[in-house]
C-alpha cells in the first residue's frame, strides 16, 4: 500500500480519539511502520498497526479513551498491545517463556541474563478486563475460588485457566512473604491449576531499630541480614535457570544490570521534567504505561528500550517548546495506587488535573541498581527499596515530601475494593497525608464508572483549584 507523503511525524501535542489516531494512521509511510520490529524479527515481529485494530481485537474500552498523538506514543501503544501475541511467537520459536509473580521489577532482570528468556507478568492482566470492557475474566476467577471481593489481579488466575492471554510458561517463580495478600492467594490457586512455582519469599522491612537493635544496620536503615536472605532467594531463581538453560554465566547477569539501569535513568529523567514542566508533555495514561514497563519491558527489554528513548526525546523536545496536552492552568495532584481502569487517568485530566507524581507500589523497578558489587547483593538492595515491603510512611515519603514543597495541590488515592492492602492500607496513607487535601476512589468493575464517582473528582478538583 502506497500511503500518502503529508505525513507529520509529531503533530503539535494533544490527546486524541481512536478515529482520529486511526486517520493519522493512514498517512503514516510504509517504511516507517516496517522499520520497528520485536525481537529483531523483520518477517513476524511488526508491532505498528491502526489502533482501531486493537479496539477490534478486543480492546473496547479504546473508543473511549483519549491517546497522545505523537508517532512516539502509537509506537508505545502498538507493542504493549502486542504483548500476548509476542510471547506466543516467543513459545514458537524456541524461547522460553518464564512467569514471575508477586516481586514486581527484579526477578526480570535475573531471567533476561539467559539468552531466550522472556520474563512477563501474568498480574499485569489486570487491566485487560477493563480494556476489553468485559467481566468474564473476573467471573471466572470466581468460579475457580478467588471471590468477588479479591484485588482485580484475580484475572491472572482465569488466564492461566484459559491458555488464551499467554503460553504455558517453561517456569512459574512465584513470590511470598511481605507481599500482596490477595495476589498470594492467587497464586496458591494457579498452583492448584497443575502449576509447579518456584516460590520464593520476600522479607518484610523495619526501618525502626527498636525491632532488632543487636543486628547491623546498613542502607535504608534494615537489618544487614536482610539483603544476605534474598541474596540466598535470588541464587535459588539463578540455580534453577541455569538447570533449565545450560547458561551459568554472571557477566550476563552484570550486563542486564547496566541495562535495566539504563531504563531506569530514562523513566526517572522522564518523569522528573515531566512534573516540573511548564505544561504536561505526556498524558497521565502514557505517563503511567511507561513507569509500568520498567518491570519487565513488556516482554521484549531491547526494543522497549528503543521505544522509552523516542519518547524521552519527544518529552524533552515539548519541554523545550514549552508545549503539552493539557491546559496550562490544570491542577498538580499526585496519584498513589495504580488505578486498575485506565479511564480514570483520562477522566482526571478531563476534569482539570494534571498528574505530576505517582507512587505505583513499585519503587523497587524504578531505583538504579549498584554495578560496582555483587550483582545478587545490588539486585537485594535494590529491592529493599520497595514500596511493597515496608512501612506506610515510607512507602509515601516521596509524596509527602513533594506535598509538603507545595508542588501538588492535592492526592487521588486508587483502591481495588475488597484488596486487602487497600482496606489496610487507605486510611493510614490519608493520615500520613494529612498537609494536603486527599481523595480516595474504589475503583469499580468494568462499567462501573458512575457519575457519582465523575461528581467526586469534578468537585475535589474544583476544591483545590
Same mark, same amino acid.
Given at each position: 500500500m502506497i500511503r500518502p507523503v503529508e505525513?507529520?511525524?509529531?503533530p503539535p501535542p494533544a490527546k486524541i480519539s481512536i478515529e482520529a489516531w486511526t486517520e493519522q494512521f493512514e498517512k503514516v509511510p510504509d517504511e516507517e511502520i516496517k522499520r520497528y520490529t520485536y525481537y529483531h524479527n523483520n518477517d513476524w515481529g511488526r508491532y505498528l498497526f491502526p489502533p482501531?485494530? $486493537? !479496539? #477490534?481485537? &478486543?480492546?473496547? *474500552?479504546?473508543?473511549?479513551?483519549?491517546? %497522545?498523538n505523537s508517532f512516539a506514543a502509537l509506537r508505545m501503544w502498538g507493542f504493549v498491545f502486542n504483548e500476548t501475541e509476542r510471547l506466543f511467537r516467543a513459545g514458537q520459536s524456541d524461547k522460553k517463556v518464564i512467569a514471575t509473580m508477586g516481586d514486581l521489577g527484579i526477578i526480570p532482570i535475573i531471567i533476561q541474563s539467559? =539468552?531466550?528468556?522472556v520474563p512477563f507478568y501474568p498480574e499485569c492482566i489486570w487491566w485487560t478486563p477493563f480494556f476489553r470492557e468485559s467481566t468474564e475474566m473476573l467471573d471466572f476467577a470466581t468460579k475457580l475460588g478467588i471471590p468477588e471481593a479479591a484485588c482485580f489481579s484475580r484475572a491472572a488466575l482465569s488466564a492461566f485457566h484459559k491458555r488464551a492471554y499467554f503460553p504455558r510458561p517453561e517456569m512459574v517463580i512465584a513470590s511470598t512473604g511481605a507481599s500482596c495478600d490477595d495476589y498470594s492467594c492467587i497464586m496458591q490457586q494457579v498452583e492448584d491449576? &497443575?502449576?509447579?512455582?518456584? @516460590?520464593?519469599?520476600? =522479607?518484610l522491612r523495619r526501618e525502626s531499630q527498636k525491632y532488632l537493635s543487636a543486628d547491623k544496620y546498613e542502607?535504608?536503615?534494615? =537489618?544487614?541480614? $536482610?539483603? %544476605?536472605?534474598?541474596?540466598? *532467594?535470588?541464587?535459588?531463581? @539463578?540455580?534453577?535457570m541455569t538447570a533449565l538453560t545450560g547458561i551459568n554465566n554472571l557477566n550476563r547477569l552484570k550486563d542486564s544490570i547496566i541495562k535495566a539501569n539504563r531504563l531506569r535513568g530514562m523513566v526517572e529523567e522522564m518523569k522528573n521534567i515531566a512534573g516540573q514542566a511548564e505544561n504536561q508533555p505526556l498524558p497521565a495514561l502514557e505517563m503511567m504505561t511507561i513507569e509500568f514497563g520498567n518491570l519487565y519491558g513488556y516482554a521484549d527489554m531491547d526494543e522497549w528500550i528503543n521505544i522509552v528513548e523516542m519518547l524521552l526525546d519527544l518529552v524533552r523536545e515539548r519541554v523545550a517548546k514549552k508545549v503539552g496536552?493539557? %491546559?496550562?492552568?490544570?491542577?498538580? #495532584?499526585? @496519584?498513589v495506587t495504580p488505578s486498575a481502569d485506565p479511564y480514570l487517568l483520562n477522566l482526571v485530566e478531563d476534569l482539570g488535573g494534571r498528574v505530576v507524581a505517582t507512587e505505583y507500589v513499585i519503587n523497587q523497578a524504578l531505583v538504579p541498581v549498584e554495578e560496582n558489587i555483587d550483582p545478587f547483593r545490588a539486585l537485594a538492595r535494590a529491592f529493599m527499596k520497595s514500596s511493597l515491603n515496608g512501612s506506610t510512611s515510607e512507602r509515601v515519603k516521596r509524596i509527602t515530601g513533594i506535598a509538603g514543597s507545595g508542588q501538588i495541590k492535592g492526592v487521588i488515592i486508587t483502591n481495588m475494593l475488597g484488596a486487602s492492602h487497600c482496606a489496610m492500607e487507605t486510611r493510614l496513607i490519608e493520615k500520613e497525608l494529612q498537609s494536603v487535601p486527599v481523595l480516595a476512589i474504589? #475503583?469499580?468493575?468494568? $462499567? &462501573?464508572?458512575?457519575?457519582?464517582?465523575r461528581t467526586r473528582i469534578e468537585a475535589f !478538583?474544583? !476544591?483545590i483549584r
Open positions: 505525513y507529520i511525524r509529531n482501531v485494530l $486493537f !479496539m #477490534v481485537y &478486543g480492546a473496547r *474500552e479504546l473508543k473511549r479513551l483519549k491517546l %497522545d539467559f =539468552p531466550n528468556c491449576l &497443575g502449576y509447579e512455582p518456584l @516460590w520464593i519469599e520476600i =522479607p542502607n535504608a536503615g534494615y =537489618p544487614a541480614r $536482610f539483603e %544476605d536472605y534474598l541474596i540466598n *532467594e535470588y541464587k535459588t531463581v @539463578w540455580n534453577k496536552v493539557l %491546559d496550562r492552568n490544570a491542577v498538580p #495532584v499526585a @496519584w474504589d #475503583v469499580p468493575a468494568p $462499567f &462501573g464508572i458512575t457519575e457519582q464517582i !478538583m474544583e !476544591m
